[in-house]
């Protein structure tokens, strides 16, 4: 039975699924209205997370997805958009035109004045444990859920996670992600954009979820 899990970056569902299964349904809906996010509580919320490969693209195969004074970003030519609204945040996500999986979700989020920047965040290597390790619950008898840290980078003012996740009764996710910080006339955003794909899948979906991650920037930074 699919469990609905609810928090201030959104509603998603989280589909039973067996662990051959490669297309369980997504829904990365919005959620209620949340204040802007403080240092204190933001590592509570971010889903981040992923080291990216130097991309080679081709013009033929991939479109650039840019919103003035927002984010750019470039996916794969059939890719279709979809976006919405969780209060003051907004989540954009990226996924093929006859699939949801694999899929890019860009949230943007406005920051706390307590929040100066990506260091704010702490290490880049504190960052990422604190992430991973919130997820994980392989210790516990039975095991659940199994958050594996791939690798963690801080490059050009902005953090890359590299993540694997396991949950009882699925197949295993894999998440490349990148964290960086724009400022608009009044205040700071933190954009967190992360791509998922089936670790199955991996030989044919890998390859454009690390380009789109890696394509990744923020436009008024």
């Given at each position: ?64 997805y840019e919103e ?7 996916v794969p030519k ?81 953090y890359y996670l ?60």
């Open positions: 039975m699919a469990s609905v899990h609810t928090n201030c970056v959104g509603t998603y569902v989280r589909p039973a699924v067996p662990a051959t299964s490669s297309r369980p349904p997504f829904n990365a809906a919005a959620a209620a209205a949340c204040p802007l996010l403080s240092k204190r509580n933001l590592l509570l919320l971010v889903p981040l997370l992923a080291m990216p490969a130097t991309p080679v693209f081709a013009a033929d195969e991939y479109q650039v003035q004074d927002k984010f750019s970003l470039t059939d890719w279709i958009k979809g976006e919405g609204k969780a209060g003051s945040r907004r989540v954009v996500a990226f996924h093929p035109s006859k699939a949801t999986f694999p899929n890019v979700n860009v949230i943007i989020t406005n920051l706390g004045a307590d929040f100066t920047g990506i260091g704010s965040l702490g290490s880049v290597d504190a960052f990422a444990a604190s992430v991973v390790g919130s997820m994980d619950r392989s210790y516990k008898r039975p095991p659940g859920t199994a958050a594996r840290l791939v690798n963690a980078v801080s490059r050009n003012g902005m590299d993540y694997t996740v396991q949950t009882p009764g699925e197949a295993q996710r894999h998440f490349f992600s990148v964290a960086g910080v724009g400022e608009t006339q009044f205040y700071k955003q933190l954009y967190t954009a992360t791509g998922q794909y089936w670790e199955a899948d991996g030989d044919r979906d890998r390859k454009a979820l690390q380009e789109a991650i890696e394509s990744f920037r923020i436009v008024h930074k």
